[in-house]
């Protein structure tokens, strides 16, 4: 029941964010917000306050913030439609930005839990390239082809090709400096591996928002090219995954976590919850119709003919990429269907 609970929640913690941001920067440039709602389908509970209905719906996946005049049907004084290009820019890439910082304030959480990685080998596989050159517990890599590295990110940084020798110097724990050349080693699995790990430590705060930033940042980007290999082919559609296939995904590694610790299993959904907000926030930022990023086309449209597209023309491109987006949607649904049951 726990696991069930604490799935509902990041999926609603995610959506809340996202829309929450939407409904600050309305309020913000004095745009009436008609309803705030977490879930979809029938009303749970709603409240009035102020111009805003504030609403919790049945289903506990996705939710939405209704802005008058955000479908161009609405020339009030408080509509979204009598305000400039750049506040209506703002209003919608908002919800990106709030996922955003979520994943930011997530992988920042997780790294001052679970520490840094150092360039101290904590141990040395067997068989592998770092073992047959005599690498050893207690040993600090302290360059990579003459470039200095402090820690596993700046190591990984220097070691980008799989098929490349590189010149590591080492420093052995009596202080003595050793260079030796590594050359990874292909793995069954296409994975390339030099076969070390390296210990773990603790840092200030400074560090850990860094570091929380750079995680996102290379999320984000690795999101991003999953969309553009899924465009050119080199990713197949049937790799994506849906509602169903994220819940079985979450549900496997909450399962995994708690063999260890129930912390353990909430660092596993927290780290779940990163990935799913990046995705979010890249997801909404596409130039597609219905999408943020659909809108924010048109608003850029705007800006550039110094006046908007006709409302009616908008709608139907909306909604016709809508219709495409469930189309798509029950195709995903289908394939995670078919992992689960095939």
Not at 146 to 155: A, P, R, S
């Amino acid at each position: 029941m726990s696991k069930i609970i604490m799935i509902v929640l990041m999926f609603a913690l995610i959506i809340l964010i996202h829309e929450l941001g939407h409904f600050l920067a309305a309020r913000f440039f004095k745009v009436r917000v008609n309803e705030f709602a977490i879930g979809m389908g029938p009303k749970l509970f709603s409240k009035q306050k102020g111009e805003t209905l504030y609403s919790i719906r049945a289903l506990p996946l996705g939710g939405f913030c209704s802005i008058e005049g955000e479908s161009g049907d609405s020339y009030e004084e408080n509509s979204m439609m009598t305000k400039q290009p750049w506040q209506k820019f703002i209003i919608f890439i908002a919800g990106a930005v709030m996922n955003f910082l979520l994943a930011w304030l997530i992988f920042t959480v997780i790294i001052g839990y679970l520490g840094y990685s150092t360039n101290e080998i904590r141990v040395v596989q067997e068989g592998l390239p770092a073992y047959e050159a005599g690498l050893e517990a207690g040993d600090r890599i302290i360059a990579v082809d003459g470039n200095k590295t402090e820690d596993l990110e700046d190591i990984l940084n220097q070691v980008s090709d799989p098929h490349k020798s590189y010149a590591f110097t080492i420093e052995k724990s009596n202080g003595a400096k050793q260079d030796i050349n590594l050359t990874p080693q292909i793995m069954e699995d296409n994975t390339a591996k030099f076969g070390f790990s390296t210990t773990s430590a603790h840092t200030n705060i400074g560090r850990m928002i860094v570091d929380g930033f750079k995680t996102n940042f290379v999320m984000v980007k690795q999101v991003f090219q999953s969309f553009i290999d899924l465009i050119t082919g080199k990713l197949g559609a049937d790799q994506l995954a849906g509602i169903v296939g994220v819940v079985q995904i979450t549900s496997d590694v909450w399962n995994e976590g708690m063999k260890e610790s129930f912390t353990a299993a909430f660092m596993n959904l927290l780290y779940v919850a990163g990935i799913l907000s990046a995705n979010l926030c890249v997801f909404n930022l596409l130039p597609l119709p219905a999408l943020d990023g659909g809108r924010i086309v048109f608003t850029l449209i705007e800006m550039i003919r110094r006046k908007p597209v006709d409302p009616e023309k908008e709608g139907m491109v909306h909604f016709i990429g809508f219709v495409l987006l469930m189309g798509l949607m029950v195709f995903v649904l289908y394939n995670d269907i078919m992992r689960i049951f095939g």
